[in-house]
């Protein structure tokens, strides 16, 4: 029914930049928080970051300072900008959106994307 793409990682130096994207299609009636999460080898899956649709945005202590997220509601698309990257940022980041479909347009569930592998190393 929803639909999450990922795209954007990819092997990247200490200190340099990657920007993933995610889009959601499919049967949506309204896309609400959106957000990203990360999941190193060996350890639980974290959150990253989250965006409202009115752009209200958290991030994790850790990132803060170095990533942002925003969105453009009329793409269903948001962005995870991510910039001075250390080894410890290494992980498969995924997509994660609350939306209402039409079959349930009065209840919102929980979809994820397949993730993206972000590899930080020199």
């Known amino acids: 029914q929803v639909q999450l793409v990922e795209s954007g990682g990819g092997l990247v130096q200490p200190g340099g930049s990657l920007r993933l994207s995610c889009a959601a299609s499919g049967s949506i009636f309204r896309l609400a928080d959106m957000g990203w999460y990360r999941q190193a080898p060996g350890k639980q899956r974290e959150l990253v970051a989250t965006?409202?649709?009115?752009?209200?945005?958290n991030l994790a202590d850790f990132v803060k300072g170095r990533f942002t997220i925003s969105r453009v509601n009329g793409q269903n698309t948001n962005y995870l900008q991510m910039s001075s990257l250390k080894p410890d940022d290494t992980a498969v980041y995924y997509c994660?959106?609350?939306?209402?479909?039409?079959?349930?347009?009065?209840?919102?569930?929980?979809?994820w994307g397949q993730g993206t592998q972000v590899t930080v190393s020199s």
């Open positions: 994660k959106a609350d939306v209402a479909t039409w079959a349930s347009p009065g209840h919102t569930s929980a979809y």
């Open positions: 965006i409202t649709n009115g752009g209200i945005t």
